[in-house]
């Protein structure tokens, strides 16, 4: 099966929750969805306080998703097929002044 | 699915299409069910916060020196960014004069209160190789000491004890949102400064509008969320000119302009706290959420609450000692109508309702104050001019000046 090479991103505070590493390259199975990805991330990237990224299967309202720049909302949401080479942003939008 | 998730008020799955704005290429935003591309969210979010400074930018720009609040999150990130590009279309349209005389951008260091690591340099770094027009003024907030025979390390620790003392985490968050309020006023007031610049975005705002009257802090709302605010502050006036941007907008924005490497990070009580540590953690929980699946709901707030007039009893006399609002007068009665006191009909008073320093702090702070361990000292005096002192002594800043406390007790002998 094939693999996908995604690339992605933290950032507005987010990387707080990655040991402050913005940039992260993740090989997700063929075949993933953005709701795979995110599940992925909070299994395997995090140890502590899982519930500021995930709530109830998807980011936490507050997060800005950009997928190759685009609006995450303009493309599927959590359902957005995962390509070869996708590069996923996430920003949090709350948080200091 | 139930009848409210499927109701007309929800989001519709917006499907890509075209710029709203040229009509031509494909939208990479969408915004308030509106969806833009880059180019045109890049133009709509300038024009916008120009004329935020609105009607009245010239009177609120030309010949006044402005500061700007920069915590380096990613609101002030951004407004720092947005005001020069404002001040430099200014200086190259002739005619169409529109710009302060200087900036000073402010940032407190507020890591004391925290024992974190300072952010007074990576804020300088900031300011200094991108903005290098602008003028940087650093600010420690345990500076709001200003005895000079107070050692740095004796400030940090005066600091620390004082938000130690201060009960919930509500309360310390707003007890370090009056201090950092009046150490950024006084700081624009020494430095000649007569415009205060906040990097208050709509998101923030609507948070603002139900977490402030949450917390009893509604007759003085107004003031909190205003574009414009004139009189609060001697010589000095509040703006917010991002009032009208929701939160995503500035992530995005941000984003765009490559601002998200050089944000400070923040390091405050309810940085990565539970949704439940704090009123305004549950509040902005509750906003975020209620405005992902019904994308008006800031808008809707902001605008209500926009319309919101200060009471005709606001008399501009009685500030409060800690967050410098006006006091309502009567509160006191009020609290006791509405509070119950006691079930035990032997008990005729519960304690902290029986003297409560009116004169010197509003309602919502005497309710933060009841928390601290300082309140029953302060409660139980009777006179405003030691009350304020015993205030002072527990380390709280006021900006009060002798004129107000000469004013306070003078009403305090009429009243009696
Ligand atoms: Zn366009
Ligand atoms: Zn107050």
Redesign the interface.
């Known amino acids: 099966m094939a693999t996908l090479h995604i690339d992605v991103e933290f950032g507005g505070g987010m990387e707080l929750l990655f040991k402050n590493v913005r940039e992260h390259k993740i090989d997700m199975p063929e075949g993933s969805n953005l709701k795979d990805l995110i599940t992925y991330i909070r299994d395997n990237l995090m140890t502590a306080k899982q519930d500021l990224f995930v709530m109830n299967d998807t980011v936490r309202p507050g997060i800005l998703v950009l997928i190759n720049e685009a609006d995450w909302e303009l493309c599927d949401g959590i359902e957005y097929k995962l390509e070869d080479g996708d590069r996923i942003i996430f920003i949090s939008t709350l948080h200091g002044g | 699915m139930s009848d409210v998730d499927s109701g007309p008020l929800r989001a519709p799955?917006?499907?890509?299409g075209t710029c709203i704005k040229c009509k031509t290429r494909p939208?990479?935003?969408?915004l308030r069910h509106v969806?833009y591309c880059?180019d045109c969210f890049l133009f709509a979010t300038t024009g916008k916060f120009r004329s935020a400074f609105g009607k009245s930018a010239i009177s609120n720009t030309t010949g006044h020196k402005a500061m700007v609040?920069f915590?380096?999150?990613?609101?002030?990130r951004a407004l720092l960014h947005l005001m020069k590009g404002f001040q430099h279309v200014g200086s190259h349209q002739s005619g169409q004069k529109r710009l302060f005389d200087e900036l000073v951008i402010c940032h407190i260091d507020e890591t004391a209160a925290f024992n974190g690591s300072s952010t007074l340099d990576m804020a300088r770094v900031v300011v200094d190789t991108e903005y290098p027009d602008f003028t940087f003024h650093g600010q420690l907030i345990e500076d709001i000491y200003e005895d000079e025979a107070l050692s740095s390390i004796d400030k940090k620790e005066k600091l620390r004890q004082l938000f130690a003392q201060a009960g919930s985490l509500t309360a310390k968050e707003d007890l370090l949102w009056h201090i950092k309020m009046h150490l950024l006023v006084k700081a624009a007031q020494k430095l000649g400064c007569t415009r205060l610049i906040?990097?208050?975005s709509a998101?923030?705002i609507a948070i603002k509008v139900i977490s402030f009257t949450a917390k009893g802090r509604g007759y003085s709302l107004p003031l909190e969320i205003g574009g414009d605010i004139h009189g609060l502050y001697p010589n000095l006036v509040i703006l917010r000119p991002l009032k009208d941007m929701l939160?995503?907008e500035?992530?995005?924005y941000?984003?765009s302009q490559g601002l998200?490497?050089s944000?400070?990070?923040?390091t405050?009580f309810?940085?990565?706290a539970?949704p439940t540590a704090s009123i305004d953690r549950a509040t902005?929980?509750f906003i975020?959420?209620l405005?992902?699946d019904f994308p008006s709901t800031v808008s809707t707030i902001v605008r209500t609450a926009s319309k919101l007039k200060l009471a005709s009893s606001m008399n501009g006399q009685s500030r409060c000692a800690l967050c410098h609002m006006p006091i309502q007068s009567g509160s006191k009665d009020w609290k006791q109508r509405i509070t119950v006191q006691s079930t035990q009909c032997t008990r005729d008073s519960a304690p902290g309702t029986l003297t409560v320093p009116e004169n010197i702090l509003c309602y919502a702070c005497q309710t933060d104050l009841s928390e601290s361990e300082g309140w029953s000292r302060l409660a139980d005096d009777a006179s405003p001019s030691t009350q304020l002192e015993e205030f002072r002594s527990l380390g709280y800043p006021t900006l009060l000046t002798q004129d107000d406390m000469h004013q306070r007790i003078k009403d305090f002998l009429l009243d009696d």
Do not use: F, W, Y
């Not at chain 2, 799955?13 to 890509?16: C, E, G, I, R, T």
């Not at chain 2, 939208?27 to 969408?30: A, D, G, H, I, K």
């Not at chain 2, 944000?263 to 923040?266: I, K, N, T």
């Open positions: 799955k917006p499907k890509a939208s990479t935003v969408v969806q880059k609040a915590s380096g999150g990613p609101s002030s906040l990097g208050d998101t923030r939160a995503k500035i992530a995005i941000d984003h998200l490497n944000l400070v990070p923040a405050n309810s940085t990565m539970p902005e929980e975020v959420g405005d992902r």
